[in-house]
Every structure is written in C-alpha cells, then in structure tokens.
C-alpha cells in the first residue's frame, strides 16, 4: 500500500472526525440507532468542504441522519469513506448523494458482521479469558490488560481504518469481498473465537452433581461415576442443550428461568 | 459503610460506565464486569473481592451482552448490584452472582423500554442536524446523553441499593437451606447459557472440533488461557494463508483454464 501525503485541511479534519468516532453511540435510539453519531463525526468533514454553501451543507446533514448501525471500528471506515465520497460530489460531481446513501447503507451488514466476528467475538474473548485467568487469582492487572487489548484496540482500529477508508475509497470492501477472503477469515476467527469459548467453559461452567444413591451398605457419588466417564460430560451436554434449545429460538430470557427452576427443584430433591 | 453511602457510590459508578460505555469511549469494553466490579470493590473497600466477584461475572456475562440488538440481561446494573451486596453484607461471593443475572434480566427491560422510549426525539434531532448549527447539535446531544439518559437506570439503581440490599438479605436468611443449594448450583449452570450464545454465534460444522480442543487444553492438560490462545491463533493463521493459498490457486488455474479453451478454440 502506498503512502499518502495529506494536506494541512484533510489532517485536521480527520483528526477530529477520529475523535468524534468515539461517539458512534450518542443518543442511541431503536429508530436510527447510530445516526447521531454519524452525524456527529461527519460534522468536521461537511463544515470542511461545504463551506458556506449553506443548502448543501443542509442536504449532506440530512443524508447523514438516517438509519446507521455498524460495529464502531468499521463505524469509522465508513465515516471516512464518506468524507472521500462527500468531498467528490463536491468537487468532481462524479458521486450523487443517493449514491453516497446507498454505498453506506450497503457497508454497514457486511462490516458489522465482519468486525463483530473479530472483535466482539474473537477479540474480546481472548482478552476476557486473559483477564478472567488473572483475576480470578486475584490479580488486578487482569483489569488493565483487558481494557489495553479490547479497549484500546477499538480505538487504534478507528484511527486505522478511517484513514484507511478515506484513501483507499470504494474499492477497498470489494477487493476483499472478490478475492474471497472475507469467508477464510471469519473461519480462521472463529477457530480461535471457538477454542477459546472452549476452555473457557471447561475453567467456570459446572453442573455441581452432589447426588449419592444408598444401594444396600454401598452408596454411590453420581457425580465421581460421570466424571469417571470425561471430566465435566455434564457440563458439556448442558452447554450442548443450551445450544440446541436457542438454535430453535428459544429466548434466553426462558434459559434462565429455566435453569433457576432445574437447580431449585435439584436442590429441593438433594440432586444439588 | 453505610447502606445510604454504597448506595451513592454504587450509583455513581453506574452513571459515569454508563456515559463512558457505549457513548463516550468504547463498545462494550469499560461497561463489561471485568471492569465495573474491581473498580467498584474498591470504592467499597474490598478490593480483592471486587477482582475475583469481577472475573466470576465476566463469564456469566460473556455471551450474554448486545445479541443482536437485544439485550437480555444488562451487565453494568447486575455487577453493581451483586458486588455492592456481596462486599456490604459480607455474603459468599456466589449468593451475590445467584442475584446478579435476575437484577441484570430485569434492567435490560427497563433500559429497551427508555430506548424505544427516546425514539419519539428522533425527528427532533433531525431538525437540529440540519439547522446549520452543528456545536448546538453536538452540545445537545452531549448533554441528553451523559445527562438524561442515564437517569431512570440510575434512578432504579440508588433505590435498589439503599432498600433493597438490606431487604434481601433478610429475605435471603430466612430461607431454608436447599434455597441457598440451588442458587449457587443456578450460578454455575447459567454461565453455560452465556457461552452457548456465544458457541451458536461462531459455530460452524467445519471448524466446531476445535472447542473440544479447547475444553480438553484446560480440562485435560490443565493450561492456561493465554498459551491457548497462541497454539489457537497459529492454528488460525496457518488455516488463513492455507485457504489463501488455495483460493489463488483456484484462482491461477481458473486463468489458466480458460486460456487453454481459447487456445483449442484457435486450433479448432
């Protein structure tokens, strides 16, 4: 990749706009969701090149005030990828508004599920089960170290990626989305994401079996006796039927009553 | 410590994570329990109770956050909650985890309640955006955002705090013994529920083995989470480049594949 020079404006305006991209979430509501935010961080971008074109600087405004909603590291890809394209209808004409409504609404599944898929559920699950291993010992850095690898991350990846989305424009989703990597890298993610979860459940998860049958003069500990078959098979097959209850649709809401009435009734029946 | 002054800490500290996360910093970063609940201990004094209470509650919470759009249980006011009344009544750390999923179930109603709630402002902010005025606009919605919006979570919070703890534990002595029993065998079945989203979420049939791998790297061969996640993000890379590779090759043969057709074409 090529290095760009900027100019004594563009520095400044994405300066701001990349503290601005903090605020994706000001003002969340379920009918925009993020489009304050956007709007927010859009600001320096329009104030920049509209000027004092004051009907245009309305008609941008209010492109960037519908419906948005991504993760919000891509958040600010496609916040500089607006600036590139804002800054082209002005200056070339070659991109009409509706084209810049449109590039933004086509970007934000894809780029929601990606980053989803590497920060929230790859990402953040290494760091939590860092933190979680340190802490649970007691030992207060885990706190720091999961706010520097998931927190700070966040915000190195908005610095990143809004540069990148002002310079490398439109066709940057396409290459990777034509070159057919976007599938291979979800999959790698999710066999970190996957082994992770995986020892994370084997540390915390348990079925605590306190069950012991009386036969004649020898009692027998169910729980030795299933633990003997694998380690922690209950814990396991829980984790399995969870699964396969919220695959059917089941709301986690219904899990947790759920579970509550099992360990009640276990407990009233000497299971627990 | 007074119940009134936890009360007021545990209602600050809800506030400020509150406006930090989502609106300010980061996206469920500084809102999670592994964060709230250190800090929270110590304000309250117990530090080291906070930091253990912290990691318990990560793993509950872990999967159970912002599925979606929806979330089922609100990790910031279940953290308050279970560690404030955990450290304040001297409890076992698990009765404060066995009350911190029904508070958080409970929260995450009345937050999407105030969330569809404020949808009714949505063209207001509209009008303001394209006033022309944009620090106005800035402004305004700073101050709904660090301001308003976190009254009616804050609200519910300090009263939860100042009455509730007590009550509860009242209630909570006076049950029989079972009662206990199962909550505490409730606590550790629920973090599966959490890490049964997450698994459904990134789980495909190619590569789902590798939980197992996981789940026997700890079980089995007892490691820790940091040496797994280096044998699992080798795994990932060489699987990226080997799939790359691959999809080139595909790629390159494809290429060549059809110039051998418009070779025979020539020939023909």
């Keep these: ?272 | 410590m007074s119940i009134m002054t936890a009360a007021v800490i545990g209602t600050i500290v809800y506030w400020v994570i509150y406006v930090l996360d989502p609106y300010i910093f980061s996206w469920q970063c500084i809102n999670r329990p592994i964060v709230i609940a250190p800090a929270l201990g110590l304000l309250l004094g117990d530090f080291q109770t906070g930091i253990i209470m912290g990691a318990a509650l990560e793993s509950i919470f872990m999967g159970i956050s912002a599925i979606g759009g929806q979330i089922p249980a609100d990790a910031l006011s279940a953290t308050v909650v279970s560690v404030s009344y955990t450290i304040l009544t001297g409890a076992d750390a698990e009765t404060g985890l066995a009350i911190a999923l029904p508070i958080g179930t409970v929260m995450a109603s009345v937050n999407s309640m105030f969330m569809s709630l404020w949808s009714a402002i949505a063209p207001y902010w509209e009008k303001l955006a394209v006033s022309g005025k944009p620090n106005k606009f800035l402004a305004y919605n700073l101050i709904f955002s660090c301001v308003i919006a976190p009254i009616p979570g804050a609200l519910v919070m300090f009263f939860g705090l100042a009455f509730g703890v007590t009550g509860l534990n009242n209630a909570l002595a006076a049950l029989p013994p079972f009662v206990m029993a199962g909550l505490g065998a409730a606590s550790s079945m629920m973090i599966a529920i959490g890490f049964a989203i997450l698994t459904s979420m990134i789980w495909s049939k190619e590569v789902g083995c590798f939980f197992f791998v996981g789940y026997v790297m700890v079980k089995i061969l007892g490691m820790d989470s940091l040496s797994i996640a280096i044998i699992g993000a080798a795994i990932a890379i060489t699987m990226f480049f080997r799939e790359k590779s691959m999809i080139d090759m595909k790629k390159e043969l494809m290429a060549a594949g059809v110039q051998q057709d418009e070779g025979e074409e020539d020939f023909f």
């Design chain 1, 1 to 272: 990749m090529e290095k760009r020079q900027y100019t004594q404006e563009e520095k400044k305006v994405l300066k701001s706009m990349f503290i601005r991209s903090h605020l994706t979430f000001l003002s969340f509501n379920m009918t925009k969701m993020e489009a304050n935010g956007f709007t927010i961080t859009m600001q320096p971008a329009i104030e920049s090149i509209y000027g004092d074109d004051e009907e245009a600087k309305k008609e941008a405004y209010a492109r960037h005030q519908n419906f948005f909603n991504t993760h919000a590291v891509p958040f600010a890809f496609i916040a500089g990828l607006a600036y590139a394209m804002e800054k082209e209808h002005k200056e070339k004409g070659s991109i009409d508004g509706q084209m810049i409504e449109s590039i933004k609404a086509a970007l934000m599944g894809p780029t929601a599920g990606m980053f989803d898929s590497m920060f929230f559920n790859c990402l953040r699950i290494i760091a939590a089960g860092i933190a979680i291993g340190l802490c649970s010992q007691g030992n207060f850095l885990g706190v720091p170290i999961f706010i520097l690898l998931y927190g700070i991350t966040q915000s190195i990846g908005k610095y990143i990626f809004l540069r990148l989305g002002y310079t490398y424009g439109t066709s940057f989703i396409d290459q990777i989305f034509s070159s057919g990597l976007m599938a291979t890298l979800t999959k790698s993610a999710s066999v970190l994401g996957l082994m992770m979860v995986g020892a994370m459940t084997a540390t915390t998860v348990n079925v605590p079996l306190n069950w012991t049958i009386n036969v004649g003069q020898t009692s027998v500990v169910v729980g030795d006796v299933v633990n003997s078959i694998f380690p922690g098979i209950l814990s396991i097959g829980l984790l399995f039927l969870l699964m396969s209850l919220i695959k059917k649709g089941k709301r986690p809401v219904w899990l947790i009553a759920g579970i509550f009435a099992v360990a009640m009734l276990g407990a009233l029946a000497g299971i627990f």
